[in-house]
């Protein structure tokens, strides 16, 4: 049977214009910043804190992920029309697509078969802008460094050596992730090593998405540390003056931006951080924004649960106050043959052997989850090629968890084929007795915290820490940085910093390379193994599928 493809999908649908959606979550017309027929900003006074509180939250993460991903935003979508049908008002509240996975490898990251939001082109392109008001800023910071390294009346004394602010591009390109600036003469600055990052992984991105209003936005630019003088002074974004220029560009992509799925419900999407080296979830305003709106929040966070759902509650849930309410681990039958031992090439031929092998993965995400004080509901997102068997066996192996697990047909049917699961998670918000408590508190120390999501988390024996590393902690405690929160930067392959331990590995040590210090978001970013900020692309792009005719209209972004 063929089946359209998405980008075909979401063109076949017609779009309501952007003022009727916003209606359904009483949103006055007149506080709508069009950009276009399809897409608004919304103003922060819409965030009313007094309602927060009363309205659920539920996080959709999953197990450890192939390298195609298992579906986490299409099950967010697809469960919030679920909801809805159920009668339930509800409001996804999702990132924004990087270019970089859209033209690499993804090919469009806005959902998928008819669990969308739209206009899906526009969303995995440029969309209102906020990821190039993101670039800018940072590097209006990157320039203001390098300008005063060569000022005569008011440099600052900053040792280039020491310099830990990079440059930002929105695109994987492998070229830009060691490079030396400032060549050809005086006048054209000081030479010296560089280095880019892709945009989600600038720190920029990360207060974006940590701000709780503008003023608390342009007081973590100016903590954004920048490096040392001669004479061993920190330096902070503050001493160039920078946090204004850097908030003006700033000043619209603070505000979270709506649009609608293809059944008509409304979506906010909001900053783009990646989970395997950033916090991995949209921004703290825009989940408020939701729950202000809705009576349910339906929220992702990248990659499995190990990194998005474990920073999202330990770093954004903590800092915020919110309180989630349930858990959706999203499981593939592919990801769980993967895990049990598979081949490549096999990864779509039923094989109950690998399955029942693969298990122990989300046996361990389970375990994770509920160390937050938190529920999980199991939404095994259904492929074409899934046996009734290898599904039957997670139910059946769930159940005697204590965990529910619910087929998701998102993907072929909508609304229509995501009521089941969201009457489950229903069931767990309904009955919560328990209170949501992160895994460390901020106050513990660096080694500890690392320590304790190493070990409970991950599963690891324990954490050795490289010379760099010792060094970087012994910075952090000099600059009274310690009660950051902590970050890992780690592969999204394994539980481990090994990106060829499959499963539920054992018997295992992880590697702290490096830790960056973002002062700004107010967390540490411990570097595991070899985990780099700037991406590559594949042999084969995803760009090279992609068309566009003499009208305009793009095929191959799916």
């Known amino acids: 049977m063929a089946y359209l493809t998405d980008i075909e999908i979401a063109q076949k649908t017609k779009l309501h214009h952007i003022k009727e959606i916003a209606k359904k979550i009483n949103i006055q017309e007149d506080d709508l910043e069009y950009y276009g027929k399809y897409k608004a900003k919304l103003p922060l006074n819409l965030i009313a804190e007094n309602k927060i509180k009363n309205n659920h939250l539920i996080l959709v993460t999953a197990l450890t992920p192939t390298p195609a991903g298992e579906g986490k935003t299409t ?61 800018k800023a940072n590097n209006l910071l990157a320039a203001l460094i390098d300008n005063n390294l060569q000022s005569k009346t008011k440099n600052l004394n900053l040792d280039g050596r020491t310099i830990s602010w990079k440059r930002v591009i929105d695109m994987n390109d492998r070229a830009l992730r060691d490079i030396t600036i400032g060549l050809g003469g005086t006048a054209n600055g000081i030479p010296r090593q560089d280095s880019f990052n892709i945009t989600p992984a600038s720190e920029v991105m990360a207060i974006l998405c940590m701000a709780t209003d503008f003023k608390d936005l342009k007081q973590r630019l100016g903590d954004i540390f920048i490096g040392f003088t001669f004479d061993k002074k920190p330096i902070f974004a503050r001493d160039l003056k920078a946090e204004n220029a850097m908030a003006i560009l700033l000043k619209d992509a603070i505000k979270p931006n709506l649009v609608q799925t293809l059944e008509k419900n409304p979506a906010i999407i909001h900053g783009g951080p990646f989970a395997n080296i950033a916090q991995g979830t949209n921004t703290i305003i825009a989940t408020k924004m939701g729950l202000s709106l809705s009576n349910y929040v339906v929220t992702e966070a990248g990659f499995g649960a190990d990194l998005g759902a474990e920073k999202f509650l330990d770093i954004k849930c903590a800092s915020a106050g919110l309180n989630p309410k349930c858990v959706v681990l999203v499981v593939t039958i592919r990801a769980l043959r993967h895990h049990g031992g598979s081949p490549k090439e096999a990864y779509n031929t039923p094989n109950i052997a690998f399955v029942q092998n693969g298990f122990a993965n989300v046996e361990k995400h389970i375990e994770n989850i509920r160390k937050f004080n938190i529920e999980p509901v199991v939404a095994i997102n259904a492929f074409t090629n899934d046996s009734e068997a290898e599904i039957n066996f997670v139910k059946k192996k769930c159940a005697v968890l204590g965990v529910q697990a619910v087929l998701s047909e998102g993907w072929k049917k909508g609304g229509n084929g995501t009521q089941d699961l969201a009457k489950a998670v229903v069931n767990v918000v309904e009955n919560q007795t328990k209170t949501f408590k992160p895994i460390y508190d901020f106050k513990s120390p660096v080694v500890e915290k690392i320590e304790t999501i190493a070990r409970e988390i991950y599963g690891a024996d324990g954490v050795d820490f490289d010379r760099k590393a010792q060094l970087n902690l012994k910075r952090i405690e000099r600059l009274g940085f310690s009660d950051f929160a902590i970050c890992m930067a780690k592969t999204q392959k394994s539980f481990s910093d090994n990106d060829k331990l499959l499963g539920r590995p054992t018997g295992f040590r992880i590697t702290v390379r490096e830790i ?6 107010r967390f540490l970013i411990p570097i595991l193994g070899k985990m780099m900020r700037m991406p590559g692309l594949p042999e084969t792009p995803a760009s090279e599928g992609m068309t566009i005719d003499d009208n305009g209209v793009i095929s191959g972004l799916s």
């Open 75 to 135: 099950v967010s979508i697809g469960l919030t029309e679920g909801l809805n049908k159920i009668g339930k008002q509800t409001i996804v509240v999702l990132r924004e697509p990087s270019l970089g996975p859209v033209f690499g490898i993804k090919g469009g990251a806005a959902g998928g078969g008819y669990s969308q939001v739209v206009p899906m082109e526009d969303i995995n392109l440029h969309f209102t802008g906020d990821f190039n008001a993101v670039e």
């Open 516 to 521: 960056e210090i973002a002062a700004g978001a």
